[in-house]
Every structure is written in structure tokens, then in C-alpha cells.
């Protein structure tokens, strides 16, 4: 019987659980590497947060209680001034949640591809086990029936042993008595 030991793991030699997903790490940084980069992303991710919405909330409802009370008068009603800051913000904020999703789009997507990869590696080694299962079960198949058979040829050969001994014993017995 040919038999196929599967490699044994070190246990000292972590695996990389990643190793699919590393060729697609440079897609990591939405914006590059760079300081720019760095800080135009911790911007963009800190649009939507509570912190932020609270803060503009804030910061909104400071302005105008200010110049509708008449402590100050630097952007009085229609308030031309918070619009134009709202705007300028907007101008700003949508390019960066544009760029920042068209990136994350590409990230989805390596990380989708890699995960792909990763599911067909797992499907072939599947494939792989259940045909050495399959080999292996047929191999003991076959033994469990030469086991058969060899069981049902000594029980043959016990009982043509038993008939010769009894054959025997009988001849002896006639031989006796006519003696």
C-alpha cells in the first residue's frame, strides 16, 4: 500500500493568513503615502463622524445666534457668510469622499479577487483530500475483502483439517479393532 504522509506544519513558522492579500497592500493608503496624503485622508474620514456633525452643529449654531442677537454683526441675516463657508467645505469635501470611495472601490475589489483566490486554493486542496480519501477508502475496501477471503479460506482449510482428523482418527479405530 502507497501511502502519502500530508506535510506537517511547523509550529514554530506562523503561517501568513494574509499571503493573498498581500500583493494588494500598496491600494492600503486611499490617498498615497505622503503627509498630504496622510492628512487629506484622516479629513475625509472624519467627515460623517458624530464628532464632526456635532461640531459643525455647533459652530452653526453659534454663528447665528451671535448675529441674530446683535453681539456681533459680521454675517447678519441672510447669513451670506455661513453659506459661503458651507460651500467652500462642500467644495472641498466632495472631491475627497469621491476619491476616497473610488479607492475603496478598488480596495473592495483586489480584496474581493483575493479572497477569490484564497477560496479556489481552499476548493483545490478540498479536491485534493477527498480524492485521497476516495484512494484511501478503496485501498481498505480492497484489503477488507482479501481479509475476507483469506478468513473464508482458513475456515475451509480448519474444516478439511478437522475432516482429515476425524478420517484419520476413524482409520485408526478400524485399524485397532481388527488388530
Not at 514554530?12 to 487629506?40: E, I, W, Y
Request: proline share 4%; aromatic share 8%; glycine share 2%.
Amino acid at each position: 500500500m502507497n501511502s502519502t504522509k500530508p506535510e506537517e506544519k511547523d509550529p514554530a513558522v506562523p503561517v501568513d493568513h494574509l499571503r493573498f492579500h498581500r500583493p494588494h497592500a500598496h491600494l492600503a493608503s486611499t490617498f498615497g503615502n505622503d503627509t498630504f496624503a496622510l492628512k487629506a485622508e484622516a479629513f475625509a474620514r472624519f467627515f460623517g463622524t458624530p464628532t464632526f456633525l456635532g461640531a459643525q452643529t455647533l459652530i452653526v449654531v453659534v454663528w447665528i445666534a451671535l448675529n441674530v442677537t446683535g453681539l456681533t454683526t459680521f454675517d447678519v441675516y441672510p447669513f451670506i457668510l455661513l453659506n459661503l463657508a458651507f460651500s467652500l467645505q462642500a467644495a472641498y469635501a466632495a472631491p475627497l469622499i469621491l476619491l476616497a470611495q473610488t479607492r475603496q472601490a478598488a480596495r473592495d475589489k483586489a480584496q474581493s479577487e483575493a479572497d477569490a483566490l484564497h477560496r479556489e486554493t481552499l476548493a483545490i486542496a478540498n479536491t485534493e483530500r477527498q480524492a485521497q480519501a476516495a484512494k484511501t477508502s478503496a485501498q481498505l475496501l480492497t484489503l477488507l475483502q482479501q481479509n475476507t477471503r483469506l478468513t473464508e479460506m482458513t475456515k475451509e482449510l480448519t474444516e478439511r483439517i478437522e475432516n482429515l482428523t476425524m478420517e484419520m482418527h476413524q482409520h485408526v479405530l478400524k485399524d485397532q479393532q481388527r488388530s
